[in-house]
Nanobody
Framework: QVQLVESGGGLVQAGGSLRLSCVASGRIVSISVMGWYRQAPGKQRDLVAS???????NYADSVKGRFTISRDYGKKTVLLQMNSLKPEDTAVYYC?????????????WGQGTQVTVSS
């Protein structure tokens, strides 16, 4: 069974920083793209940032220059460093990964972690 487990969310004041971590576990053969999405109340889930297995990154315009995504391949981990946080960054953040296992290749999601930025 493949799982993604996020950690690192919380409450922070505007201008502060948080680092989110997501660890993949299970009978994993390989991981291609990993990414972070977020969903605010009443809104759709949107891509925040993604990173391929050759370290190509993609960011939403709203977070460029403030957020940095990175991967630790040995630990099957993806990190999201969030700086200069704004109240509009408040959302539930979800980790996603395209994982190949003995069951085939599928997209997996974590359970989500709440990020709240106070003004």
């Amino acid at each position: 069974q493949v799982q993604l487990v996020e950690s690192g969310g919380g409450l922070v004041q505007a201008g502060g920083s948080l680092r989110l971590s997501c660890v993949a576990s299970g009978r994993i053969v390989s991981i291609s793209v990993m990414g972070w999405y977020r969903q605010a109340p009443g809104k759709q889930r949107d891509l925040v940032a993604s990173i391929t297995n050759d370290d190509r990154t993609n960011y939403a315009d709203s977070v460029k220059g403030r957020f940095t995504i990175s991967r630790d391949y040995g630990k099957k981990t993806v990190l999201l460093q969030m700086n200069s946080l704004k109240p509009e960054d408040t959302a539930v953040y979800y980790c996603s990964a395209r994982i190949s296992s003995y069951l085939g290749t599928n997209d997996y999601w974590g359970q989500g972690t709440q990020v709240t930025v106070s003004s």
